[in-house]
Every structure is written in C-alpha cells, then in structure tokens.
C-alpha cells in the first residue's frame, strides 16, 4: 500500500484537442494518384513513341504535348493535398478548467483603408465583435489601423467604445453567440430568455439605433472636430489614440471593464512606399509591442467579424498544447462569408480551399497564411533574432532605431492596459508615433525578415511560406460553427480584379528566390509541403494549356490538320 501507484489511462489529464487522421480518404486518394498516374505516364510514353516513329510532327502537335505535360505536373503537384488529410476537434472547457488563470494576452489587429469603400459602421462592427470575445477582457486588445487616415473613422471608433461599456456585458450576461450588434439585431427569431431580458435587449437596441443614426449622420455632414480632421488618405502624419471616456483622463481609463481600443493611423507620404497591408500589419506589430505587448496575434479584416465568441479559446486549445506549441506559428480558421447564396456556383466560399486543400495541408506541416481569421504567435514573426545572447546592436539593426521596441521582446504584458509602463503615457504614444513614422523601417529588416514581408502582393502566402521553410508548423481547425463570417465579392469587376492580384502575387513568389521549387526543397519544408505550395505558386500556368486546348485542335480540324493518331484496323496497310 506504501507503493505509489501510477494513474490509469482514465484519470491522466485530459488533452485540449484532439487529430483524427481521415485514414479511408488517403486510401481512396492515394490508390486514385496510383491509376491515374499510370494512366499519365501511359499517354506520356505514347506521344513520344509517335514523335519518335513520325514524320510528320508539327508546331501543333508539340503545342498540346506541351499542354498535356503541364497539366500533369500541376496535377502531380496537386497530389499533396490529399496525401494525408486530418479533421480536428478541441475542448475550451477543460482549457478553463486547467490553465484559465494562465491564458496568454492576445492582440486583435483589425486593418481597413478606405472609408468610401469599407464604411466606419461596418468596421465599428468587426471592432465590437472583436472586443465582445469570450476571453479574459484584461488580456484582450484590439487595434485598428485606419491607412485611410479618416476622421471619420476614429469618430466610430469613440462611438463604438461608448457603447461597448453596454454591449459588452449585455453579452457576457446572457451568453450572446451573435456579438456583432448589426447582426444580433437583424435576427427575426430569439431562443434566449432570462430574467430582464426583453426588457434589457430592448435598452440596448435603442442605444444601437442612436449609434447608428449618430455616424450615419456624420458620415453625410462630414462635420467631424477633432486633430485629425486635416488628415488625407496619401499624405498625413502618423496619429496613435487610446480610446477611452472623454470624461477620464489618461490617467485613469478605467480599462479592467473593457477590453483596450486602440486607434492607428501610420505616417502616409507619397514619396515612401507603404506596402499595401504587410505595412500595415508591421505598424501595429510594433505599436501593440509598447502597449499591451501580447504573446498571440488574431488578424481580421475589416469586414471579417466575430461569428463564434469561443474561437480565442479554441485557439489556444493548440497554442498552450505543450506537444505541440513549441513549434506552433499559427491556427487557421476557415474563411466564411454570409453574403453567398446556397447555390454558389463559383464557389465563392472557397470550398475547395478550406475544405479540402487546406485539411489537406494540416495532415503535412500544417494550412498556408490565408489573410485573415488566424492566431498568430508573436515570436514567430520575429524569427530567429528573440535571443539571449544577441546584442544590442545587432538587434537595431534588425528592429530600427528604438531602444523601448528592443526592450520589449524580453518583456512580457498579460494586462490590456497603458498604466503599468515605464514610460508615462505621453512618452509613450510619441514613442508609437515614431514607429508608425514613412522612415523608421529604412535600413531595417522589417518586411524583409521580421514581421509580415513585403516581397509579394499577397504578404500572407509569402509570410507563411517563410515561416514553414524555417520550420515551424501551423494548425488548420474548421469548427461546427463559423469562427469568423466576412462579406464576399459580389460584382464582376471585382472579383476579376481580386483573383487578377492572388495569381500575380503567387506567381510573383514563383519568379522570384523563395520560389517554392527551390526554396523550399533547401529548406526545412517537406516534400509533399513544398508541393503544395508550388501548385498554388504554379496555379496561374493553368491558362496556358488551357488555352491552346481550347483553339489548337479546332483549328487543325478546320484545316485538316491531323492531330491525333488514326484508328488502323489489322489486316490493312
């Protein structure tokens, strides 16, 4: 009895998640790759014996061999995706039980740029989703990069604080799913009830009218008062604000009710790049690192809300795995969008994306960056430079000229508020300022190796990419119910113009050193990773053979070209 007994099986503790391997799908896959690359090789083997044994080859029939060679190595490619596809399932509850006093901070990042074409209201919206998380408010922070350096935003984003101070516990208190306000109060139907509910849901959806009214009104007079209202959206200084009670002093913001909102508009000049959203997301890499310092990053766009209040926690059901978190970057949630019709015919919900190629992925090193909808680790995206024994020096190098953003990599912050800095409060947003400046990332590595990189238009394939090739996995988690809902593309023009940017930009990477073909294979990325991003990279080729499949053999028919062989019957010359 003296002996100490080891605990069953039953009674160890828990796991936050669970992988299940979808063992019959790569059966089926693989034995399909099998046939069907046979098939390949067969037809292969036989346009080169007919080479080989004819006279008469011309430009035409080189042409579709070349097609058909390309469309097999794309498809050959393609063969990773199903390799090894995994589903996976967490467990937030005994998250809370085990590590609720130990959960890190988290940083949501939120960018818009233009206000004729993202309104204020529907930002405000992601903005009040964002903050309405079920997390501990004191490691929640929120900030918004506004490129367009618009009034008329920041007033939304008052606007919106104000009526947080409601919004926010009328959700904790009654357990609201739906926390975007423009969407809870659209609905036709409520199955929720409770003591003083009616009568409180009713409080609350007057003072959503008002706000509506009062930045719907704004929006047409314009009439905005404040320091920034000599902003322009191409030239403009950079401007950094703590939103907070106009009533309270920076002294005392009263944060442990609400969750931090920060404002930043970065320095905008015509005669320095920007860098389109990586520049962006760098800015508020370094502002958050002087203010809330988090451990974890989400990244939404401005019309990408908050549909599941659980997902922070579902995240960190990977994030704080200790058999998986040391080499965890990030977790990608599915993109989802509540615009699109049941018969989505185009696939607009990008179904062959989140639904197969990216489960795909996760059964290998894990889910390309896909823009928005991720928890990303902050180490990560500085890479190799969070060291002991790396000196000062070196590091500004890396960082730029600030000693307070080189302190802050060996220092941690698990509260969303300003008060407990070195700095006072003064120094430090001049200190945000400054980092925010056209001029503070000139001789640095910002966007070239630390934080979001700028080689490419598309900054999150590349930063995914980078960060696989250095080792480091992702997760990829499609929960029963959608994490994040956006607004999809609806018009023609645009769609065109988006898909014309995704194919530029990966082909662009393709072009260029990291392409994945050569990159990736001197890298730390596996085979079948490498091959998956070298199709998506590859992707834009599809249009060769397809175009030359689409008019070479009609035209040849038209002129009596044979293309393909005869049919000779035996017996007969």
């Not at 589903?87 to 130990?102: A, G, I, M, N, V």
């Not at 079920?134 to 506004?146: E, F, T």
């Not at 990977?318 to 978190?325: C, M």
């Not at 430090?428 to 590595?445: K, V």
Request: proline share 6%.
């Amino acid at each position: 009895m003296s002996k100490q007994m080891k605990l069953p099986p039953q009674m160890e503790a828990l796991p936050f998640n669970l992988c299940n391997p979808k063992k019959k799908s790569a059966i089926i896959n693989r034995s399909y790759a099998l046939l069907h690359c046979i098939a390949i090789t067969s037809l292969i083997f036989y346009r080169l014996s007919s080479f080989l044994n004819s006279r008469r080859s011309s430009i035409p029939h080189l042409l579709v061999f070349a097609s058909e060679l390309i469309l097999s190595f794309l498809w050959l490619l393609s063969q990773a995706y199903l390799w090894r596809p995994v589903s996976r399932k967490t467990f937030p509850e005994r998250l809370l039980q085990e590590k609720k006093d130990e959960l890190p901070g988290i940083d949501v990042f939120i960018c818009t740029a233009d206000p004729e074409k993202e309104p204020p209201l529907e930002v405000m919206n992601t903005v009040l989703s964002a903050m309405a998380l079920d997390y501990p408010i004191g490691k929640l922070s929120v900030y918004v990069s506004d490129d367009g350096g618009s009034a008329l935003t920041l007033h939304a984003m008052r606007e919106a604080w104000k009526f947080g101070r409601s919004w926010l516990p009328f959700c904790s208190r009654f357990g609201i799913k739906s926390r975007c306000p423009k969407v809870y109060f659209s609905r036709y139907e409520d199955d929720l009830g409770g003591k003083g509910y009616e009568e409180e849901k009713e409080k609350i959806k007057q003072k959503y009218k008002l706000l509506e009214e009062h930045v719907k009104k704004a929006e047409k007079s314009r009439k905005i008062l404040g320091e920034t209202s000599t902003l322009t959206s191409k030239n403009h200084a950079a401007h950094i604000e703590v939103i907070q009670d106009e009533s309270q002093n920076a002294t005392d913001t009263n944060q442990a009710n609400m969750p931090l909102l920060v404002y930043v508009s970065r320095e905008k000049s015509t005669s320095s790049p920007h860098h389109f959203k990586a520049g962006a997301l760098n800015v508020l890499l370094r502002v958050s690192s002087m203010i809330s310092n988090s451990s974890y990053i989400l990244v939404l766009d401005c019309d990408m809300r908050c549909n599941d209040p659980t997902s922070a926690l579902q995240a960190m059901c990977f994030h704080l795995d200790p058999k998986i978190s040391s080499n965890l970057a990030f977790v990608q949630f599915p993109q989802m969008f509540h615009n699109l019709s049941k018969m989505d015919i185009y696939d607009g919900q990008l179904r062959l994306v989140f639904l197969v190629k990216w489960p795909g992925m996760d059964g290998l090193q894990g889910p390309m960056l896909s823009g928005t909808g991720f928890y990303m680790k902050r180490k990560a995206l500085y890479g190799d430079i969070v060291r002991e024994d790396i000196d000062i020096i070196q590091l500004k190098q890396y960082l730029g000229p600030s000693n307070e953003l080189v302190k802050s990599l060996h220092r941690s912050n698990h509260h969303n508020s300003v008060n407990n800095k070195d700095l006072p409060i003064s120094r430090l947003l001049e200190e945000t300022r400054f980092l925010a400046s056209c001029t503070f990332e000139t001789e640095t590595q910002w966007g070239k190796q630390v934080g979001f990189l700028y080689n490419s238009v598309v900054e999150d394939y590349l930063t995914g990419f980078n960060l696989h090739c250095k080792g480091w996995k992702s997760l990829f988690y499609n929960p029963p119910r959608p994490a994040f809902l956006g607004t999809a593309t609806t018009k023609l023009n645009d769609t065109l113009l988006q898909g014309a940017r995704w194919n530029c930009g990966v082909l662009q990477v393709s072009l260029s050193r990291f392409s994945p073909l050569i990159y990736g294979l001197i890298s730390r990325m596996s085979l079948l990773q490498t091959m998956c991003y070298a199709y998506l990279s590859l992707q834009p080729l599809y249009s060769l053979p397809m175009w030359c499949l689409a008019t070479i053999p009609q035209l040849c028919l038209l002129n009596a070209i044979p293309l393909y062989p005869k049919v000779i019957q035996s017996g007969h010359g």
